[in-house]
């Protein structure tokens, strides 16, 4: 067991005048607690107004993205040992408006998602057998696609996001991409239409911040790099 120092932001929407600020408390942090651990403990035990967003605590739901030292992260993945620090500066995501304390809201997120029609896009009718069928192969081709889980991660980390708020993002290109890369697919034009755009893809200048915040281990760079080739082919015909 190790004290540390959690530096929180806080931030009452009730109380403009104070305006955002850093509150810390002293925590005896045990092996094996998560970040979402510590703040359950603070929240429980020293300062119930404390606020911010959890649920599954298994690296599924996303709710928990975060800054912590810094870096984007889920709370409830990251073991607060690890970060080999006595210090730990908790923060809510970069570049999206924060709603109280480590909440922020979501929606920029949200729409510029349903800006790449995130869905499988049909135009022949089913197959007889009312199964559109994927060869093993082709099923592999959405692997490192398919596991986004919309955290946010990676699109506050970017840049371009933080100079554009309706630049689409890398979550957005991921989730464009997973579905322009499946067979079953045949609504590429679609997907790709918001991306040719300055607030699309264009807009990404390769800084690779969102493949090193990504909580998952995706690469949107890479989904990107396809993204622009298969709209130079679209353009090109
Ligand atoms: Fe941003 Fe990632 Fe491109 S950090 S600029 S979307 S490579």
Redesign the pocket.
Known sequence: MATHAFKINRYNPDDERRGHYMQEYPLDVQKGWTILDCLNEIKWKQDGSLTFRRSCRSGICGSCAMTVNGVNMLACETQALTLKSSTIVVEPLRGYPVIKDLVVDLEPLVESLYAVKPYLITKTPLPTDQERFQSPEERAKIDGLYECILCGA?TS?????WADKKYI??HGFLKAYRFVADSRDEGTREHLEALDDKHGLWR????????EACPKDLN??KA?SELKKELVREKIG
């Open positions: 990676c980390s970017c840049p371009s996001f993002g890398p990404c200048h390769t800084i690779f911040n969102c493949v949107p760079t990107i």
